[in-house]
């Protein structure tokens, strides 16, 4: 069983920043993609960023340049900077842990962008 863990969601003013960590713990390869999507109102849920296990990165369109993502292997543990937030960044953020071909998610943290 994999267990995943965010944290550090909130409601922060339209250029603010914030930072989601994502735990995991369980039966985890080393060998894994980790990531971000999200789900805002009325939409479907989308990659936001993911990092595989050697440091490689991909990033939404929507975010680049404003957010980063990062890993510490030694704590599985993925986290997401999100600077320079605009209202549309708002909604709830789920962390995925994707050993192929099984993917693990979170239990999701809102993000909520006050314009």
């Known amino acids: 069983q994999v267990q995943l863990v965010e944290s550090g969601g909130g409601l922060v003013q339209a250029g603010g920043s914030l930072r989601l960590s994502c735990a995991a713990s369980?039966?985890?390869?080393?060998?894994?993609?980790m990531g971000w999507y999200r789900r805002a109102p009325g939409k479907q849920r989308e990659l936001v960023a993911a990092i595989g296990s050697t440091g490689g990165t991909k990033y939404a369109d929507s975010v680049k340049g404003r957010f980063t993502i990062s890993r510490d292997n030694a704590k599985s543990t993925v986290y997401l900077q999100m600077n320079s937030l605009k209202f549309e960044d708002t909604a709830v953020y789920y962390c995925?842990?994707?050993?192929?071909?099984?993917?693990?998610w979170g239990q999701g943290t809102q993000v909520t962008v006050s314009s």
């Open positions: 369980g039966d985890i390869f080393s060998i894994n993609t």
């Open positions: 995925n842990l994707r050993v192929v071909p099984m993917d693990f």
